[in-house]
């Protein structure tokens, strides 16, 4: 079993269309700036603040749908197409920002669509992962895919250090020519996967009822829900962190030396860790992930004593979401190939949801509730864990039943 699923014997059996699939989300993750520096770029220019964050808003939103529209055309027109039509959608619409800036409402509506299109790829990609890799190896599939997003994640910052150097503008024209470069290589690269054939005659119909059977599984409901308690709680060490290092007074330094500490442990081991993970029944991989990610937010509220609180506190963070992020990622996957692509698609709305309350959730509540701030939090992921063992469990039992 070990040497089945260990990491080398993963890598060594991971086809070649998937390894363009994950190199083609680390190029387009490289290149991706709007979400992160649309704010500051407006701000920078003399646009006022409000008009900023209405831009912001407008792609989250666009984020939201976009994942659920992006379901629906991989269902409908399969991953291969999906990919390279929003890639080729999103690559001028990101470019053009810097020409439309100084019309307001034609850039909220700009911005808006490319949160749309952007994201709606993303179904598309888990869809054809799960399609390509065996099934023995789609946890640590979707761990290579985890990894590809946290490393441009990661890097994505450093290249954008120097582009503003340069010329703020060359952040949209970078993610544009990333976006259009990934659209080049999905078309000509990426297998076609055709759309299940029984339900491309009636799609509006079979829509409704996929929907409906999804809204009336109580198993699937609990999961979506402890996706987006969880996801609230983790968007923390990025929103009320800071403050809380502000409030007890340290330098801002000890903040990047968290998210440094936190992106090379996260790309470094998250790999090494699932082939561990995959051992262990799917439940028991969720629930120690989320005790493990609830201790560091824990370890945070000690953070006024000592900083090294702070960063024990993102060490098990992290740590937490490398044991139970990669089954929470492949869950979805795992349903039949007519559902798939919509299960994958409101789960990452589910997650695009939370990442946009999530901070407005943190800096409301983190003033009013003051030190026991970090222990509700906790408590949130908590509750997000049991949810978590319920939805994957039962489903587990339900699909070895069927197969039996």
């Known amino acids: 079993?070990?040497?089945?699923?260990?990491?080398?014997?993963?890598?060594?059996?991971?086809?070649?269309?998937?390894?363009?699939?994950?190199?083609?989300?680390?190029?387009?993750?490289?290149?991706?700036?709007?979400?992160?520096?649309?704010?500051?770029?407006?701000?920078?220019?003399?646009?006022?603040?409000?008009?900023?964050?209405?831009?912001?808003?407008?792609?989250?939103?666009?984020?939201?749908?976009?994942?659920?529209?992006?379901?629906?055309?991989?269902?409908?027109?399969?991953?291969?197409?999906?990919i390279t039509a929003a890639m080729l959608a999103s690559a001028p619409l990101v470019a053009s920002i810097p020409f439309v800036a100084k019309m307001p409402v034609v850039?909220?509506?700009?911005?808006?669509?490319?949160?749309?299109?952007?994201?709606?790829?993303?179904?598309?990609a888990a869809v054809l992962l799960s399609d390509l890799m065996p099934e023995e190896h789609?946890?640590?599939?979707?761990?290579?895919?985890?990894?590809a997003l946290n490393t441009g994640a990661a890097l994505a910052p450093l290249i954008a250090a120097g582009l503003i150097l340069v010329d703020w503008d060359l952040l949209f024209y970078l993610d544009g020519a990333?976006?259009?470069?990934?659209?080049?290589?999905?078309?000509?690269?990426?297998?076609?996967?055709?759309?299940?054939?029984?339900?491309?005659?009636?799609?509006?119909?079979?829509?409704?009822?996929?929907?409906?059977?999804?809204?009336g599984d109580r198993r699937y409901l609990a999961y979506l829900a402890a996706v987006f308690l969880g996801t609230i709680a983790y968007a923390q060490s990025t929103t009320a962190l800071p403050l809380e290092i502000v409030a007890d007074k340290y330098p801002t330094s000890l903040y990047s030396a968290v998210l440094t500490v936190s992106s090379l442990v996260l790309i470094t081991c998250e790999l090494k860790i699932t082939s561990y993970i995959v051992k262990?029944?799917?439940?028991?991989?969720?629930?120690?992930?989320?005790?493990?990610?609830?201790?560091?937010?824990?370890?945070?509220?000690?953070?006024?004593?000592?900083?090294?609180?702070?960063?024990?506190?993102?060490v098990f963070a992290v740590s937490g979401l490398m044991i139970a992020g990669p089954t929470m990622f492949a869950h979805p996957a795992k349903f039949p190939a007519e559902h798939k692509s919509r299960y994958i698609g409101t789960m990452q709305a589910v997650v695009g949801l939370a990442s946009a309350i999530g901070p407005l959730f943190g800096v409301f509540t983190f003033?009013?509730?003051?030190?026991?701030?970090?222990?509700?939090?906790?408590?949130?992921?908590?509750?997000?864990?049991?949810?978590?063992?319920?939805?994957?469990?039962?489903?587990e039992e339900r699909v070895e039943a069927g197969a039996a």
């Open 1 to 82: 079993m070990s040497e089945k699923t260990g990491v080398f014997a993963t890598l060594r059996v991971t086809p070649t269309p998937v390894r363009y699939l994950l190199g083609g989300v680390l190029i387009n993750q490289l290149g991706a700036f709007v979400q992160t520096f649309i704010l500051l770029y407006l701000t920078f220019r003399g646009d006022a603040v409000g008009i900023a964050g209405l831009c912001l808003a407008a792609y989250s939103v666009g984020s939201i749908f976009g994942t659920l529209l992006g379901g629906e055309l991989t269902h409908r027109f399969g991953p291969r197409t999906t």
């Open 107 to 124: 850039l909220f509506v700009v911005v808006g669509l490319a949160g749309l299109v952007t994201q709606a790829y993303r179904p598309a």
């Open 138 to 147: 789609q946890v640590m599939a979707f761990s290579m895919m985890r990894i």
């Open 178 to 215: 990333t976006a259009l470069l990934y659209a080049l290589l999905a078309y000509a690269l990426l297998p076609r996967v055709e759309a299940p054939e029984e339900h491309t005659e009636k799609s509006t119909a079979d829509a409704r009822d996929a929907y409906a059977k999804m809204a």
């Open 280 to 314: 262990i029944p799917a439940h028991v991989a969720v629930l120690a992930g989320h005790l493990v990610n609830s201790l560091g937010f824990v370890l945070y509220a000690l953070a006024v004593q000592s900083g090294t609180f702070v960063i024990l506190g993102a």
């Open 367 to 395: 003033n009013s509730l003051g030190g026991a701030f970090w222990i509700v939090i906790a408590l949130v992921n908590g509750v997000a864990g049991l949810l978590a063992v319920y939805g994957v469990r039962v489903v």
